[in-house]
Nanobody
């Protein structure tokens, strides 16, 4: 089994920045693609960004140019640097990881999920 724990959320003013971290533990060698999803108030969960084990990235249009996903495989950690934050970025952000050898679909994510960290963008 794999456990994912997010950290770094909080309250920030519009235009500000936050960096989210997701630390993985357990069967780390079984992980492949990792990503971040978010669920805002009254909205469904949506993809934010994903990164493969080789470093290839994909972003949803809403965050392109503002957010950057990265990973440190030695530390078993994935990051989400969020700049120029907007009120519409307010959401619970969830870390996600795919299982090695299993398909990864953007709509549903991989097999493992963290419990989420709250990001609130407000004046």
């Amino acid at each position: 089994q794999v456990q994912l724990v997010e950290s770094g959320g909080g309250l920030v003013q519009p235009g500000g920045s936050l960096r989210l971290s997701c630390a993985a533990s357990g069967s780390i060698l079984s992980l492949s693609t990792m990503g971040w999803y978010r669920q805002g108030p009254g909205k469904q969960r949506e993809l934010v960004a994903v990164i493969t084990s080789s470093g290839s990235t994909k972003y949803t249009d809403a965050v392109k140019g503002r957010f950057t996903i990265s990973r440190d495989n030695a530390l078993n950690t994935v990051f989400l640097q969020m700049n120029s934050l907007k009120p519409e970025d307010t959401a619970v952000y969830y870390c996600n990881a795919g299982r090695l050898g299993h398909p990864y679909y953007y709509s549903t994510g991989g097999d493992y999920w963290g419990r989420g960290t709250q990001v609130t963008v407000s004046s």
